[in-house]
């Protein structure tokens, strides 16, 4: 089975900052790794993937991710957020079952 | 536009009544979702549906059942409702099967008294 931590739980940073959201992941096999964002009250949308290929994907609205098989992880950064980014921010992995399996999330405020 | 959308958006059940979720997709997507969202337990996977009428249980199936006749459609149905279903509940569609790219619903927000 596949598991995925997000260590940090709430992240602050200032408006115009440059921010990284951390996500690791455990499996054996090939997994299909995304991120999704979450403003209050609406559903999740997906931002970006990652199976193959270059280990930097980017998404929308200037977020990009680097996979890294040998630290296990799929990191989302930014390079200057806006208070609009601020959101819960879900890390998910899928072994192509059709199933996601999603971690706890991190809560990202962007103070003005 | 690529949407999901979900009736109701809010809906208030006595225990013991029954309760129907809808879902609507227009992307022709072959795989839909639905979870359930609460404090502190993320999101929970209830079913999946893999195309009409093929449907498989998720993690937490237990009192709840599904319905799809049509590609565009997934019902949620909650037979005797019970107070621990009060919760936030999303539809998501996916293309394809491998499940990693899936677009989800505003949610309903249900609660049972």
């Known amino acids: 089975t596949q598991t995925v931590s997000q260590s940090d739980a709430h992240v602050t940073v200032f408006e115009g900052d440059s921010v990284e959201l951390r996500c690791n992941y455990s499996?054996?096999?090939?997994?299909?790794l995304s991120w999704y964002i979450q403003h209050h009250g609406h559903g999740l949308q997906f931002l970006l993937k990652?199976?193959?290929?270059?280990?930097v994907v980017q998404g929308v609205n200037g977020f990009e991710a680097e996979f890294s098989k040998s630290d296990s992880s799929f990191h989302l950064r930014k390079a200057s957020v806006h208070w609009s980014d601020s959101a819960v921010y879900f890390c998910?992995?899928?072994?192509?079952?059709?199933?996601?399996?999603f971690g706890d999330g991190t809560v990202l405020t962007v103070k003005p | 536009d690529m949407k999901v959308t979900q009736m109701p958006r809010y809906l208030i059940k006595r225990m013991g009544e029954n309760v129907l979720l809808e879902c609507g997709q227009d992307?022709?997507?072959?795989?839909m979702y639905w979870y359930r969202q609460d404090p502190g337990l993320g999101l929970q996977l209830i079913y999946i549906?893999?195309?009409?009428?093929?449907?498989s249980e998720g993690d937490i199936p237990k009192g709840y059942r599904v319905s799809r006749k049509k590609r565009e459609h997934f019902s949620l149905i909650l037979d005797s409702a019970k107070t621990n279903q009060t919760s936030v509940y999303f539809c998501?569609?996916?293309?394809?099967?491998?499940?990693?790219?899936?677009?989800f619903g505003p949610g309903t927000r249900l609660t049972v008294l």
């Open positions: 998501a569609s996916s293309p394809g099967t491998g499940g990693y790219e899936q677009y």
């Open positions: 499996y054996g096999g090939s997994i299909y």
């Open positions: 990652y199976y193959s290929g270059n280990p």
């Open positions: 998910a992995v899928s072994a192509r079952t059709g199933k996601l399996t």
């Open positions: 992307m022709s997507h072959e795989t």
């Open positions: 549906s893999y195309d009409v009428d093929s449907n």
